[in-house]
Each structure stands twice: as structure tokens, then as C-alpha cells.
């Protein structure tokens, strides 16, 4: 899990950088990234719906898989965006370590160049 203040707090944050986002989209996930503001630090969320997977157990276990890779991409290059992670395939609780990486670091990299 990433540390309190990386966290979006309440609904209407993660809805206004929703609305004012834009979106990288990839096999398992979509990216919408803001601007964050200039003081503040970086914040996350991975928001992953029923649809994905009727088990909470395993929504869960994608969050926490996807919440420990922005935990870990931040600490070594803070992000200068509010980043949430939209999940629309199940295989993201199953796959490999390695791959999940790539597809988050091949998001990421767009992210930056843009």
C-alpha cells in the first residue's frame, strides 16, 4: 500500500482528476493522469469495478498488486501527476510479476513523454 498522504482522499477528488485527465490505454489497464498541483506530493488510486471479477478477493488482490508497483515507481522517481489506474481484465491478478512491471512501466513512459 502506498503512504497516506499518495492517497486521493474522498470521491469528488478522484472524479475531478477523472474529468480532467487524459488516458493511456493498455491490454489490462487504462491510465488517467492530472497535473498535480505544484506543492503537493504525487497521489494514486487503482480503481478496479465487479465487472472485472465477481470475487472481492481477487479485486482486492489486483489493488494490492498495482498499489505495491506505484509504491515502488514513486520512491524512486516521483511522479508530477495524480495518476488512477482504471482495471478491465482479470488476468492482472494472475500474471507474472515480470509482465505486470512492463505493461505499468510501458504506461508510465507514455506518461512522461507526453
Not at 516521483?78 to 509482465?99: G, K, L, N, R
Amino acid at each position: 500500500m502506498i503512504v497516506r498522504n499518495h492517497r486521493f482522499r474522498g470521491r469528488s477528488s478522484v472524479l475531478r482528476a477523472l474529468k480532467r485527465g487524459r488516458v493511456i490505454r493498455g491490454h489490462y489497464f487504462s491510465v488517467k493522469y492530472s497535473p498535480k498541483h505544484p506543492q503537493k506530493a504525487w497521489r494514486a488510486a487503482v480503481v478496479v469495478s465487479r465487472k472485472v471479477h465477481k470475487s472481492a478477493v481477487v479485486r482486492n488482490r489486483i489493488r494490492r498488486r498495482l498499489y505495491e508497483q506505484l509504491r515502488l515507481r514513486g520512491e524512486a522517481t516521483p511522479f508530477d501527476y495524480d495518476v488512477i489506474i482504471i482495471v478491465y481484465s482479470e488476468h492482472v491478478a494472475t500474471m507474472p510479476s515480470s509482465e505486470l512491471t512492463a505493461a505499468l512501466d510501458n504506461a508510465l513512459s507514455q506518461m512522461t513523454k507526453e
